[in-house]
């Protein structure tokens, strides 16, 4: 595992003041999350050497790229940049731009063209012009160049938010592939939650110039003192390995820290890992065993903390199994129910999960 | 009709000078114009003024200034006594010289403009990928600007082949040396020789259209390229 990536940046931006501080782990995608126009794109150009914070620490790999008097330039960082337009070389066919950061001299464990190409699924646009590639594509390849250019940190900022819905839903099955095969850590910028439950490992909130919060995935979404929690659409994603298939019903078993879930047939074999998000909304809870009822899916789980919502409800946090010790849940009931059912924190109760999105192969 | 020797001459002259000029002009204007699209540097409007100027003069003041500085008295003049001359002025050198002066905007400007719509955005990227600025300017910046270097360097031409009331204060009329085209022509004119003069006027009018015609047709070309 290779050693943390760490960032303390402070700069005036105008509107207002950066000032951030964190650490992003040496694999995986840490999202940099938050609304538009918070400062995650001057961070990420901050990361790259595109913009220059007045104070700033960027240290990667215990390289430093900017301490103290110390400016490392763009090109002198071994980055690769996906920017929110592809922003193609026009002059050149897709095949000059993928290998335009190529090393003269490539070395023996450097990701090959041929790789790339099959990675992304560039083979028939190879020879192409960009101006006759449609947004998905264009974005692909600009991925693609990236990554050739050898990098050791790949800074990728909001690639889904130039193109349309079908674009999108294109791209977002490599980038999973990518986070999968590569061992390259990726920070990845976005203000769609979307994305980050599909991609991110590691998240790092950004409010107005500052990191509210930054952790693994379902600590930050499951803690109780974050924004994320108020989310109409609030949810935990986590891993979970297949155990079981029954073809006959088409259904299968995944199996989750504290507790198993039952879902409808999918692509995927046993004992490979799988990313699931249940959202607060589809989870309701109940004090007794319930009775067999069409929902499947039923857990014992401990309550761990729990939020008051603007509109009379609250997200309740579990911990799945008897002692709570498991993946972290959140379920989203009315203040109306939660008094009714003597809820409180402590209490183990069982929990109904209504669905269960498959969010693709890990 | 036979064409007098000296009109060969002349017509060899003003493709020699017009093409070294555009030939000098491309490799003083390029860092130029690079500078004056990218810096921010308080001199930039001045410097760009200064290159605009020929824009707006007429071209027997500055003829006239020319005439001052590669004179005998001024530094052109010091600079010619180094290889035993007396003067730069009425000498291929001097026009040289003056139609660099002269025809700059017209080099300049496109190519700036050109580097002013490459944006930051290609050289950010090129950046990202390890080329170094050297790297980025040979590899993105001149290659993306490429229309902006062929209409600059006809312009360039042209301009320099259309001059006249520079080269008449700076250069006279020495035939050889510098007597251009349109020199030749004041001279027939002068001279009453019609027939000349309407021969040389011609093939000047069918140069400038072929040249105004080649300028939009690569630029045609270019746009549906990049489509």
């Known amino acids: 595992m290779r050693p943390p990536i760490r960032i303390r940046l402070k700069d005036d931006l105008g509107r207002f003041s950066l ?66 337009e592809a922003s193609l070389f026009a002059h050149l066919n897709v095949r000059g731009n993928l ?78 592939r990518l986070h999968d095969r590569l061992s390259l ?13 599909r991609l991110a490992d590691h998240i790092v909130l950004i409010e107005q110039g500052r990191v509210i919060a930054a952790g693994p995935m379902a600590q930050v979404q499951s803690d109780p003192q974050l924004p994320l929690m108020k989310l109409r659409d609030a949810s935990v994603t986590m891993l979970a390995r297949i155990i079981a298939r029954d073809r006959s019903y088409g259904l299968t078993t995944l199996a989750v820290d504290g507790g198993t879930f039952l879902v409808p047939m999918m692509q995927g074999e046993v004992d490979e890992y799988h990313r699931l998000r249940i959202a607060a909304s589809d989870v309701s809870l109940a004090r007794e065993q319930p009775n067999p009822s069409t929902i499947a899916n039923n857990l014992r789980a401990r309550i761990l903390d729990l939020r008051h919502t603007d509109d009379h409800q609250i997200v309740v946090v579990l911990g799945l199994g008897e002692a709570g010790f498991g993946e972290r849940l959140l379920a989203r009931v009315t203040r109306h129910s939660f008094d009714e059912l003597q809820l409180a924190k402590g209490l183990s109760v069982f929990v109904q999960i209504k669905s269960v999105a498959l969010m693709g192969a890990r | 009709m036979n064409l007098a020797p000296d009109i060969w001459l002349s017509l060899w002259l003003t493709i020699k000078l ?99 719509a490459l944006g930051e955005r290609p050289l950010e990227v090129a950046a990202t990928l390890r080329a170094t600025p050297w790297q980025s300017f ?72 072929a040249i105004i015609l080649s300028v939009s047709l690569i630029e045609k070309r270019i746009g549906r390229q990049a489509l």
Not at chain 1, 123 to 146: C, F, K, M, T, Y
Not at chain 2, 105 to 114: D, G, H, K, L, M
Not at chain 2, 174 to 184: D, H, N, Q, R
């Open chain 2, 138 to 209: 040979w590899r993105v910046a001149v290659p993306l600007a490429r229309p902006g270097f062929l209409t600059g360097a006809i312009l360039g031409f042209a301009h320099t082949m259309g001059e006249f009331g520079v080269v008449l204060m700076i250069g006279g009329n020495i035939p050889g040396e510098t007597k251009v085209l349109s020199v030749a022509i004041y001279d027939f004119v002068e001279t009453a020789q019609w027939a000349q003069a309407h021969l040389l006027s011609a093939l000047m009018v069918v140069l400038a259209l």
């Open chain 1, 185 to 197: 850590p990726i920070i990845y910028v976005t203000h769609d939650m979307r994305e980050v439950e």
């Open chain 2, 18 to 116: 017009a093409a070294l000029s555009t030939v000098i002009l491309l490799l003083i204007g390029t860092p130029l114009a690079w500078w004056l699209a990218r810096s921010r540097h308080m001199a930039v409007d001045i410097v760009g003024s200064l290159v605009a100027m020929p824009l707006v003069l007429p071209p027997t003041v500055l003829g006239f200034y020319l005439l001052m500085i590669l004179g005998p008295n001024g530094p052109g003049g010091l600079l010619a006594g180094l290889w035993g001359q007396r003067t730069l002025a009425f000498s291929f050198t001097g026009l040289v010289i003056g139609s660099v002066v002269y025809s700059l905007p017209f080099v300049v400007q496109p190519i700036r403009n050109a580097f002013v």
């Open chain 1, 99 to 176: 290998t335009f950061g190529m090393p003269a001299v490539a070395q023996p464990d450097d990701l090959p063209l041929d790789e790339v190409v099959q990675l992304l699924g560039l083979a028939n646009l190879i020879d192409r012009n960009p101006a006759s590639l449609s947004g998905g594509e264009r974005q692909r390849v600009a991925i693609g160049r990236a990554l050739l250019s050898q990098p050791r940190l790949l800074l990728m900022d909001e690639p889904l938010a130039a193109l349309d819905q079908a674009s999108r839903d294109e791209i977002l099955p490599f980038l999973e």
């Open chain 1, 19 to 84: 000032d951030v501080r964190f650490e992003a782990p040496g694999r995986g995608v840490t999202a940099l999350f938050g609304p538009s126009g918070s400062g995650k794109t001057t961070i990420l150009r901050c990361i790259a050497g595109l913009h220059r914070a007045k104070l700033g620490e960027v240290i990667v790999e215990d390289w430093p790229w900017q301490v103290d008097g110390l400016f490392r330039p763009v090109h002198e960082r071994p980055i690769g940049y996906v920017f929110q």
